[in-house]
């Protein structure tokens, strides 16, 4: 989700290749496109408060939910109307459901060739493409990134969408025939029929594609539960997947609170796979509601990366890679590098290199294409990232930059927090084990290679981790030693469509992306056949 840093240290950031651009027209052309493009429900700006008004997405038109409530999104940035979203009851699940089980046991999907399901999802991805001004808006409002960022976010998710396609086309299989002539074995993979996805707001867009393409191109049907803070897309998505050729009840999109939607898919007996993605506690919670159904489930759960710096390393890529770690996507990212771990004979010098860099980040809007870093998503969390800047402190901690709100009072009505650096940080402090979800970076001295190997094993998670060194024996040890899912080597927050991607230990179960993201949506058969004796 690559695009290097150039001579200014930072013409783009990466994050698992999603292209984060600086795109100087693209605040305008995405200006233009607000005004010209239909609006997905309603057609029409719908009042002067809120440009954007959402229903529900079941069997391939806009509903109306059961009750009468929604919610109201307000900019992060600004505190201005963004968006009013309607809220699905269980009543409303339980309809969604019942069409997505319809539509996989009419075949209409499910039983299309794969070959024939994968050009239209490359269709799909065609028509994203076309409007991507128009989703690269909705995106920075509702989840308060920059343009730049929220652009890189759908390109990068479109690769993803073509990836899976191409999958379709080598769904794979076996065949056992030397066991004698009388003796056939099949291995074959089918599609759950019915899988249930839950989103997070930092990638609304990237975690769904991390997903959905994968269950399209198996060929199941979905119900999909966005975040309430950040819809948009995935409902606009849902009418392009339409306009592709996607048959009605495939997709559906029930924005809506946990209770209501995401317990009822949990529960359902006819969901036979969540797919989630989010904190680790929440993790746990949905692991074990599906286990009273038994059902599959996937976690793509919490984070907390060491991003380990030797002493050979590239100094001025290594500086500019820790840097984007912990600084993209305002560090509202699990696979984030929050902890640098860096060689004692040179830590002096490397932080105070990147803390010349982090200061010299533009916090702005998404009206502002300048801007590097955007908001919090919202005020709790806000509040929250600053408990832990104010915790570090309290525990002896060192501030190297950063520390707060920003000066700038024009940021006043943002939820914005400054690119933060501690140094003196050591495994007992809360900073080194929980997961900030913030631009805040803890820094943490080793002087040999087996004690950055035990510290960066140190917490409880194992989603990524990297390391930066020229000595490619080194390379190969310290990532074979490293427990994680994903393991960068002098990078940071790069990779490609054919890698999966998913964590171990508290980070979650399953993995996404790659051949095994489509597997994540099929199960196994086993097929025994006995032939006749030869004549």
Known sequence: ?????????????NLLQYVFCRCRAAVHDAMVARRKTKRIFEGKQVSAMFHRQ???WINGVVERPEGNQSHDRYSPANGEPVAKVCLATPEDVGRAVASAKATFKSGVWSKMPAIERGKIIQRFADLIVAELDHLSLIEAEEAGKTMAAARGEIEWSVELARFAATLAWNIPGKVINHEGAEKLGLVTHEALPVVGMILPWNFPTVTLFQKLPYALAAGCSVVIKPSTFTPGTTLEYARLAKEAGIPDGV?????GNGDDVGRTLCLHPDIDMISFTGSTTVGKEIAALCGQTLKKVALELGGKGANIVFADADL??????ALAAFTINQGEECCAGARL????SIADDFVQRLASKARSLKL????????DIGPMIHEQHHAKVISYIEASKREGATLVTGGGRPSDARLDSGYFVEPTIFTGITPEMTIFNEEVFGPVLGVTTFESEAEAVALANATPYGLANGLWTKDLDRAMHVSAALESGFVYVNCYLETVPQLPFGGVKASGLGRENGTEGLLEFMQTKSTFIR???GH
């Open 1 to 13: 989700m690559t695009r290097g840093m150039t001579e200014d240290w930072m013409q783009s950031y």
């Open 364 to 371: 702005g809007t998404s009206k502002d294409a300048e801007a």
């Open 316 to 321: 001025e890529a290594a500086v500019d890679g």
């Open 531 to 533: 032939l006749r004796a």
């Open 341 to 344: 771990l860096v060689e004692k």
């Open 251 to 255: 997709i559906s999109v029930l924005p």
């Open 54 to 56: 959402y229903g529900l």
